[in-house]
């Protein structure tokens, strides 16, 4: 069992940037695909982006594409979202997840039902 640990998330103008961090215990996170998904109040848990094992294939909500980029440390156990030109809609909890598949070419996927371990979350707002 892998257990995840977001931070880095606060309180940010509008345009501005956040780096969160998810760092993994209790597993290696090389054996895992990673996603991050965010939920706003009143709506769903949504896809935001997410990272192969080997870091070499990346998907990208087409809202965050060109402004978040996620990348991944495996040697430090360590998933980043870098967050740039941060819009108030980006506003939301995110979560990081972790989606154990045996290959490490397993494409990261989009549904949060495929992720077989998540943290609990940190508040991002960006305000206007």
């Known amino acids: 069992q892998v257990q995840l640990v977001e931070s880095g998330g606060g309180l940010v103008q509008a345009g501005g940037s956040l780096r969160l961090s998810c760092a993994a215990s209790g597993r290696t996170l090389s054996g895992y695909a990673m996603g991050w998904f965010r939920q706003a109040p009143g709506k769903e848990r949504e896809f935001v982006t997410g990272?192969?094992?080997?870091?070499?294939?990346?998907y990208y909500a087409d809202s965050v594409k060109g402004r978040f980029t996620i990348s991944r440390d495996n040697a430090k156990n360590t998933v980043y979202l870098q967050m740039n030109s941060l819009k108030p809609e980006d506003t939301a909890v995110y979560y990081c997840?972790?989606?154990?598949?045996?290959?490490?070419?397993?494409?990261?996927?989009?549904?949060?039902?495929?992720?077989?371990?998540w943290g609990q979350g940190t508040q991002v707002t960006v305000s206007s």
């Open positions: 997840a972790a989606d154990q598949c045996g290959s490490i070419w397993c494409p990261p996927h989009r549904s949060p039902d495929e992720y077989d371990y």
């Open positions: 990272i192969s094992r080997n870091g070499g294939t990346t």
